[in-house]
């Protein structure tokens, strides 16, 4: 863990094993602070990864598993880093063309992916339990919405 971490982690219970995130508040405080209301409220327990993409990322986060869904609070402004970079592990918040439409849905890469750098909010880090990530089960097509998706039994923040 880097120093410019809070100490604080995300820790998302999936079927085949625990995922780590440690959180990075120095480059989103917003966007971390809600990730750690809504999963300390219990709004992530559940929640299905509705778009999964095979060698891009794992997206969840919606209450309705459709995409279109989000949390009762408004959505975030861009918290866009121009250091920080989307890396196999990197979480990211899910947002619609408007920049400042972040709200609840966050997505974790599977690769590196050059053109989402300086785009989208970065979040934190998986620091362990990325082969529980990399089983989840993928969706089809070009959107890669998923049927009968895998879903967070339970997320928490851990200090």
């Known amino acids: 863990m880097t120093e410019t971490t809070s100490g604080h982690k995300l820790v998302l219970e999936l ?3 625990k995922v780590v995130i440690a959180l990075r508040p120095d480059l989103a405080p ?5 990730l750690e209301t809504l999963a300390k409220e219990g709004f992530y327990n559940g ?15 919606d209450p309705t598993g459709t995409g279109t869904g989000g949390s009762s609070y408004p959505d975030l402004p861009a918290e866009f880093s121009q250091t920080a970079v989307f890396d196999r592990g990197t979480v990211g918040m899910a947002r619609t063309m408007d920049p ?3 709200n609840s849905q ?5 690769d590196r992916v050059p053109s989402l750098d300086g785009q989208y909010t970065i979040v934190g880090q998986v ?16 959107s890669g919405m998923v049927q009968n998706p895998d879903h967070i039994i339970k997320a928490y923040v851990e200090k």
């Open 127 to 142: 620091i362990e339990g990325m082969e529980a990530v990399d089983k989840v089960k993928r969706g089809a097509g070009a």
């Open 30 to 34: 917003k966007a971390v602070e809600r």
């Open 15 to 17: 079927k085949d094993g």
């Open 100 to 102: 400042n439409s972040a």
């Open 47 to 61: 929640v299905k990864f509705h778009r999964v993409i095979e060698g891009f990322m794992a997206q969840t986060g």
């Open 106 to 110: 966050f997505f974790i890469m599977f």
